[in-house]
């Protein structure tokens, strides 16, 4: 890996995502909007993020909360109008940061006027622009499924075809074998660009093509025995069964080699203009390509796909990661997002949560790369189950609420907690601002979109933690301080160093100015390490105390973490 003198903005930035619906609601209608967003501009600055990367802020129907975008060119009514959006934009740069927008390229709304035209008679100009095939109803063109449920084939008895969908049947597939569907989505791409957005998350871009020969897949492969496997583990996560079956059961619909063709031109076009960065839904290397020519930044993944954060398992995924990278490519690493269970609930071991949160924060802002947080993280935010079916929002908890009653025959109560676990509701509720009703998300008296936690009022919100200076949020702030003061953990050469204990993940960052020794007990035993060297100052510990800088062989509490300056 080569870090160039010049290194570009995006490489050293932090990003924090934001979920649109759930930041901060300005109008009091329940649903976070840019007014909310814009009001918190100077809490993301003090924080002390660099970028921000925004969920879909497009109209959407709101099937797959957003994801199913019906017009790539404007804002969600709900949010806010094109002129806010450039008012937030400017607000954005002004601090001095970045705005990263989601760009869903697989598919649209089946509200998207594109897929209204396409649907409208086989002979209309737009027809080819989806993937239409033909079929008898109930005998789809392929045994393929849906990654959300029930075929991937939707009979449209209008025109008497079927299309395709990869997510929710809401959610058209886009031919992008059609020269038109590439030129209208890299207009949307520079329709954005122009304003001045700094790039884009490119969401499921592993999806956008499938195998033209439509082969099928092997008989018996069924969505109820992928539950089966899956709902076993409160939080799938790369249990290996499930894994294996999962890619069988999409093989043919997944990562075909056409899609980097695309993502090459995709690049072209960004190039076009100065210094924006285009970052991947996936984990495939092969989208950095040469490290020159496609995507900038792919996360890693494989970091969060366990249930515990050992120091084995980070260091297998380093070493496997940083090996695997082109030369030029730049790692990309996170432990959460609006997809999956919150750090907070996904890692910690429930005695340990606090402790826990800091040090992942450490580990994730001191790995070479760059690091995503999502927003909640900063106040140890946890998932909230919702026991309410009539509450949830994502129709993915409700898809696995029928699973689970279809599969497993289970009680209502029972269900429902299945539904709630499964879905990605859990994970989205609103930001909690303060120990008010409804979290000071939204207005008392107004009911917000999802639920807040109701662990606001035991002090899981800003306005409490920001007058404690023991809290998390500090804790956040003076790390991404820590980061932004010392450059060798932006851009540093990464290092790891085996010490006497397999708990213990030891590595340093080093640049011509410095080298930092990160040194983190990843169990929740007390650690005595011996230090590989000379150390002059501590930089920052997770815990108040502990470790003085005298002790070359310090004793580490359970999950302390501790960044010391070498001599
Ligand atoms: C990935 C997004 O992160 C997820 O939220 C969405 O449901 C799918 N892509 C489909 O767009």
Redesign the pocket.
């Known amino acids: 890996m080569i870090v160039k003198e010049s290194t570009k903005w995006w490489q050293k930035a932090v990003f924090y995502q934001i979920y649109p619906r759930s930041f901060a609601d300005g109008n009091g209608d329940g649903i976070g909007d840019l007014a909310g967003m814009i009001s918190k501009l100077n809490y993301l600055q003090e924080l002390g993020v660099d970028a921000i990367w925004l ?1 879909p802020h497009f109209p959407s129907p709101f099937v ?5 975008v019906s017009d790539y060119e404007d804002v969600g009514p709900e949010y806010g109008t094109l002129e806010q959006f450039k008012h937030f934009l400017n607000q954005i740069h002004q601090r001095g940061m970045r705005l990263v927008l ?1 760009l ?1 390229l ?2 649209t709304s089946d509200q998207h006027r594109w897929f209204i035209e396409s649907r409208s008679s086989r002979d209309n100009p737009k027809r080819d622009w989806y993937i239409w095939r033909d079929g008898d109803p109930g005998e789809p063109p392929t045994n393929w499924f849906s ?2 449920g029930g075929s991937a084939w939707e009979y449209d008895a209008h025109t008497s075809a079927y299309y395709y969908h ?3 049947k809401e ?1 058209p597939d886009l031919n992008w074998h059609n020269p038109a569907v590439k030129e209208a989505m890299f207009n949307a791409a520079r329709f954005w660009l122009d304003m001045g957005v700094d790039g884009f998350r490119l ?2 871009v592993g ?1 956008i093509f499938e195998d033209e020969t439509y082969p099928a897949i092997p008989e018996g492969m069924s969505q109820e025995e992928l539950y089966r496997m899956a709902s076993q583990y409160v939080q799938p996560k790369g249990e290996k069964t499930v894994v294996s079956y999962h890619e069988e059961m999409f093989k043919h619909q997944v990562d075909r080699p056409e899609v980097h063709l695309i993502m090459q031109e995709l690049r072209k076009v960004i190039d076009e203009y100065d210094d924006r960065v285009l970052i991947g ?1 996936t984990d495939d290397i092969a989208f950095y390509g040469d490290g020159t020519n496609e995507l900038h930044l792919i996360f890693n993944f494989p970091l969060m796909r366990t249930n515990h954060l050992t120091a084995q398992h980070v260091s297998q995924n380093q070493l496997e990661r940083l090996t695997a990278l082109p030369p030029m490519a730049w790692p990309c690493n996170t432990l959460g ?3 999956s269970a919150r750090i907070y609930t996904a890692f910690g071991d429930g005695t340990h949560n606090n402790v826990q949160n800091k040090l992942y924060l450490m580990l994730l802002l001191t790995l070479k790369g760059t690091p995503f947080l999502y927003n909640g993280e900063e106040i140890g935010m946890s998932d909230y189950i919702i026991d309410d079916l009539s509450r949830f929002r994502d129709p ?1 908890s409700v898809l696995y609420y029928q699973l689970e009653k279809r599969v497993n025959g289970s009680d209502e109560r029972t269900t429902v907690l299945k539904g709630a676990l499964m879905g ?1 509701d859990r994970n989205r509720t609103p930001m909690q601002w303060s120990n008010a009703l409804n979290g000071g998300f939204c207005p008392p008296e107004t009911e917000p979109w999802l639920p807040v936690n109701s662990d606001y009022a035991a002090g899981v919100n800003v306005d409490d933690q920001v007058s404690n200076p023991d809290s998390m949020i500090n804790f956040y702030r003076r790390m991404l301080h820590v980061r932004r003061q010392n450059t060798a953990l932006q851009t540093g050469e990464y290092q790891e160093i085996s010490t006497d204990s397999a708990d213990i993940l030891c590595y340093s960052r080093s640049d011509a100015e410095q080298t930092l020794l990160v040194v983190l007990n990843m169990s929740p035993e007390i650690q005595r390490v011996r230090l590989p060297f000379k150390v002059k100052q501590i930089l920052i510990n997770t815990m108040k105390n502990w470790v003085h800088i005298e002790d070359p062989e310090p004793t580490l509490q359970p999950y302390q973490g501790v960044i010391y300056i070498a001599a």
């Open positions: 969920s797959d909360c957003g994801y199913d989601d869903v697989n598919h990654a959300f990869y997510f929710f959610q969401d499921a999806t839904e997002n609006h997809d993915l990605r």
